[in-house]
């Protein structure tokens, strides 16, 4: 069936949320959240701590063909996944799926358990190294799932995914179970994605390298849901969790893009005093931060807040005033770990606050602007941020599709060619945030604004903002690098994308091997 | 043109492509491995091809290994690591290139 996106989704893959109908399609439906298994303690309670992993697994009585689930917020330096996932290895668990909210270079060894064929389901935000290739090439049994943050939240609250055990690997906990991501010898700053997973599992393990006195309150995770914890030598590599702090890009191309993007915001009236904000973590997309600052004490305005991932740029904007209170769900440097464990306008929130359009209102339905990445972007605005080129996975739809859903005016910051790449394109490889949502692109070599605003082009008619259309930049890639062949795929699909309402917005096939002829 | 040797040109840099060329006996054999294969590969093949053509030469082992280089970067290289394989250092016919 071919859905909004002009995707031919098979039939045999279509759930109960059916194929992509367009953004805010589910918008005020009415749904019972799924209900939790609980557990009652009324007796007088001691320590929750057990000697080991191993003795967590046994005590929550994992069997094969459970789900477990962890969270992303130790980035590259995760310790904690690959060492749960050895130990259920080593205990002869099967047939287990891998419910995260993000999966990276970090574990490898999971790569090795699919190929195993122990791991048999994954569904995640992010796909890369060693685990993109294995699933790309058609190793996992069943299709990865892949979704975005809000996604993920909407798909454990509506029951699509349940979790038998959540491993959240904490930098600080007390042996009840309340837990902190800041303090400890790994510190991580917030642990916005791990937030429903110990709301919904049924089974919850905090793993941590520093216990400390109960009580340790405020807490991200709160002892009332949780199982058992352990304390192990340590959950990550700090150098890995978070950078000293986020590199302001010295390249030219990408800083003429972020002052480009700037004079686009600049443009709208969205631009006022309170305006909200949200960046991506990328070269061009951090820099923006830079051009914002003098646009902003010209005009005499503050920024309400900023949301989402936040690096260094964020947090000077906070100290300096520009920006009354940053609303974080991930921590990129060490500058914001600081700032989330310190400062009083820095504000922790769940993945569900953040991003999920099955509650009430997540901040990124507030969200004036938004300034996002793309690998590719394609003459109807769709963007792909999860395929490479090859057709391999090699990326994360993240907070993408639901912070350019919610966003007044979302803003695609690119270079119009990477090597021989051309970013702008025909038709992306994989659609993983819809066209309709995508607003303005901004490229080194020209801004196209999606005809469906002409709204915005008017203003940058106004400001003198020379704009082009989306074709004449595609046509102005091919010129110099050539039109690309399209992929050649296999039948077999190695993953499915959904949109953040649960539908389907795209597949992933396994790709053909090359031939020249 | 007459192969001499075996040469190269170009590097492994991000956007450039490295031509490895040598004097062959049975036409072209050509070896490509490139980042952007799955898109470009039936076009760097040609590429080289024709470039090979205009040179006159029709035996040869070529390995190109290449790096998401622009054609007119992969022609440059092709051609350079030929003169370079044939041993003429002077008297290049820019004007025809």
């Given at each position: 069936m071919?859905?909004?996106?002009?995707?031919?989704?098979p039939d045999e893959l279509i759930g109960r949320h059916g194929v992509y109908m367009?953004?805010?399609?589910?918008?005020?439906?009415?749904?019972?959240?799924?209900g939790v298994r609980a557990r009652i303690c009324e007796k007088p309670q001691g320590s929750k701590l057990v000697g080991s992993i191993r003795e967590a697994i046994e005590k929550c009585g994992m069997k094969d063909g459970m789900t477990v689930s962890f969270h992303h917020h130790f980035r590259d330096g995760d310790y904690v996944a690959s060492m749960v996932m050895k130990e259920i290895k080593a205990m002869g668990i099967k047939d287990v799926t891998i419910a995260a909210s993000s999966l990276g270079t970090a574990h490898d060894a999971i790569a090795d358990m699919i190929e195993e064929g122990i791991v048999t389901g994954i569904q995640t935000s992010g796909i890369r190294g060693r685990l993109g290739e294995v699933v790309s090439a058609g190793k996992l049994k069943t299709p990865a799932v892949i979704r975005s943050h809000g996604g993920r939240v909407r798909a454990i609250e509506e029951g699509d995914v349940?979790?038998?055990?959540?491993?959240?690997g904490a930098p600080t906990a007390d042996e009840f179970g309340n837990a902190r991501a800041v303090g400890g010898k790994s510190d991580c700053g917030?642990?916005?994605y791990a937030m429903a997973d110990a709301k919904y599992a049924d089974h919850v393990v905090i793993i941590t390298d520093t216990l400390v006195p109960s009580p340790n309150l405020p807490a991200s995770i709160q002892g009332i849901d949780v199982d058992y914890v352990v304390?192990?030598?340590?959950?990550?590599?700090?150098?890995k969790i978070a950078a000293k702090a986020a590199r302001m890009t010295n390249d030219v191309r990408e800083l003429t893009m972020a002052a480009r993007c700037a004079d686009v915001m600049a443009a709208t009236p969205y631009f006022a005093d309170g305006f909200t904000f949200q960046t991506g973590a990328g070269g061009p997309s951090l820099a923006v931060n830079r051009y914002l600052e003098p646009k902003m004490k010209a005009k005499n305005i503050t920024m309400r807040w900023a949301l989402g991932g936040i690096s260094a740029p964020t947090v000077t904007l906070l100290e300096s005033g520009l920006v009354n209170a940053i609303i974080d769900t991930q921590d990129f440097d060490q500058v914001a770990v600081k700032s989330a464990g310190e400062n009083a306008r820095h504000f922790e929130i769940s993945a569900s606050q953040y991003a999920n359009?099955?509650?009430k209102g997540a901040f990124v339905n507030q969200l004036d602007f938004v300034i996002l990445a793309a690998l590719e972007v394609d003459t109807d605005f769709n963007v792909n941020v999860l395929t490479g080129s090859d057709g391999v996975l090699r990326g994360a739809p993240g907070g993408h599709p639901d912070a350019a859903a919610g966003a007044k005016c979302c803003i695609i910051v690119t270079p119009l060619m990477r090597g021989r790449m051309a970013t702008i394109c025909e038709h992306v490889v994989t659609v993983t945030t819809p066209g309709e949502c995508v607003d303005v692109v901004v490229t080194d070599h020209g801004i196209a604004v999606n005809p469906s605003r002409p709204d915005i082009a008017a203003w940058l008619d106004a400001a003198g903002i020379e704009h082009t259309t989306i074709e004449k930049l595609k046509e102005l890639a091919y010129s110099i690098v050539g039109t690309p062949e399209p992929l050649e795929w296999e039948d077999k699909v190695v993953a499915v994308l959904e949109a953040r309402d649960g539908s389907i917005l795209d597949v992933v096939r396994q790709i053909k091997p090359y031939r020249f002829e | 043109m007459q192969l001499i040797n075996r040469a190269m040109a170009g590097t492994l840099e991000s956007s450039d492509a490295q031509i490895s060329i040598a004097p062959g006996k049975d036409g072209i054999v050509l070896h490509i491995q490139s980042t952007v294969q799955n898109q470009?590969?039936?076009?760097i093949k040609q590429s080289v091809l024709d470039t090979l053509s205009k040179l006159g030469i029709e035996n040869a082992e070529v390995d190109v290994n290449d790096r998401g280089a622009l054609e007119c970067t992969l022609r440059a290289r092709v051609e350079c690591a030929a003169y370079r394989s044939a041993g003429i250092e002077a008297g290049i016919p820019w004007e025809e290139m």
């Amino acid at each position: 069936m071919i859905n909004k996106v002009g995707r031919d989704i098979p039939d045999e893959l279509i759930g109960r949320h059916g194929v992509y109908m367009g953004a805010g399609y589910r918008d005020g439906e009415t749904y019972t959240k799924c209900g939790v298994r609980a557990r009652i303690c009324e007796k007088p309670q001691g320590s929750k701590l057990v000697g080991s992993i191993r003795e967590a697994i046994e005590k929550c009585g994992m069997k094969d063909g459970m789900t477990v689930s962890f969270h992303h917020h130790f980035r590259d330096g995760d310790y904690v996944a690959s060492m749960v996932m050895k130990e259920i290895k080593a205990m002869g668990i099967k047939d287990v799926t891998i419910a995260a909210s993000s999966l990276g270079t970090a574990h490898d060894a999971i790569a090795d358990m699919i190929e195993e064929g122990i791991v048999t389901g994954i569904q995640t935000s992010g796909i890369r190294g060693r685990l993109g290739e294995v699933v790309s090439a058609g190793k996992l049994k069943t299709p990865a799932v892949i979704r975005s943050h809000g996604g993920r939240v909407r798909a454990i609250e509506e029951g699509d995914v349940h979790i038998d055990v959540a491993f959240i690997g904490a930098p600080t906990a007390d042996e009840f179970g309340n837990a902190r991501a800041v303090g400890g010898k790994s510190d991580c700053g917030v642990l916005s994605y791990a937030m429903a997973d110990a709301k919904y599992a049924d089974h919850v393990v905090i793993i941590t390298d520093t216990l400390v006195p109960s009580p340790n309150l405020p807490a991200s995770i709160q002892g009332i849901d949780v199982d058992y914890v352990v304390c192990v030598d340590a959950i990550g590599d700090p150098a890995k969790i978070a950078a000293k702090a986020a590199r302001m890009t010295n390249d030219v191309r990408e800083l003429t893009m972020a002052a480009r993007c700037a004079d686009v915001m600049a443009a709208t009236p969205y631009f006022a005093d309170g305006f909200t904000f949200q960046t991506g973590a990328g070269g061009p997309s951090l820099a923006v931060n830079r051009y914002l600052e003098p646009k902003m004490k010209a005009k005499n305005i503050t920024m309400r807040w900023a949301l989402g991932g936040i690096s260094a740029p964020t947090v000077t904007l906070l100290e300096s005033g520009l920006v009354n209170a940053i609303i974080d769900t991930q921590d990129f440097d060490q500058v914001a770990v600081k700032s989330a464990g310190e400062n009083a306008r820095h504000f922790e929130i769940s993945a569900s606050q953040y991003a999920n359009p099955a509650n009430k209102g997540a901040f990124v339905n507030q969200l004036d602007f938004v300034i996002l990445a793309a690998l590719e972007v394609d003459t109807d605005f769709n963007v792909n941020v999860l395929t490479g080129s090859d057709g391999v996975l090699r990326g994360a739809p993240g907070g993408h599709p639901d912070a350019a859903a919610g966003a007044k005016c979302c803003i695609i910051v690119t270079p119009l060619m990477r090597g021989r790449m051309a970013t702008i394109c025909e038709h992306v490889v994989t659609v993983t945030t819809p066209g309709e949502c995508v607003d303005v692109v901004v490229t080194d070599h020209g801004i196209a604004v999606n005809p469906s605003r002409p709204d915005i082009a008017a203003w940058l008619d106004a400001a003198g903002i020379e704009h082009t259309t989306i074709e004449k930049l595609k046509e102005l890639a091919y010129s110099i690098v050539g039109t690309p062949e399209p992929l050649e795929w296999e039948d077999k699909v190695v993953a499915v994308l959904e949109a953040r309402d649960g539908s389907i917005l795209d597949v992933v096939r396994q790709i053909k091997p090359y031939r020249f002829e | 043109m007459q192969l001499i040797n075996r040469a190269m040109a170009g590097t492994l840099e991000s956007s450039d492509a490295q031509i490895s060329i040598a004097p062959g006996k049975d036409g072209i054999v050509l070896h490509i491995q490139s980042t952007v294969q799955n898109q470009y590969g039936r076009a760097i093949k040609q590429s080289v091809l024709d470039t090979l053509s205009k040179l006159g030469i029709e035996n040869a082992e070529v390995d190109v290994n290449d790096r998401g280089a622009l054609e007119c970067t992969l022609r440059a290289r092709v051609e350079c690591a030929a003169y370079r394989s044939a041993g003429i250092e002077a008297g290049i016919p820019w004007e025809e290139m």
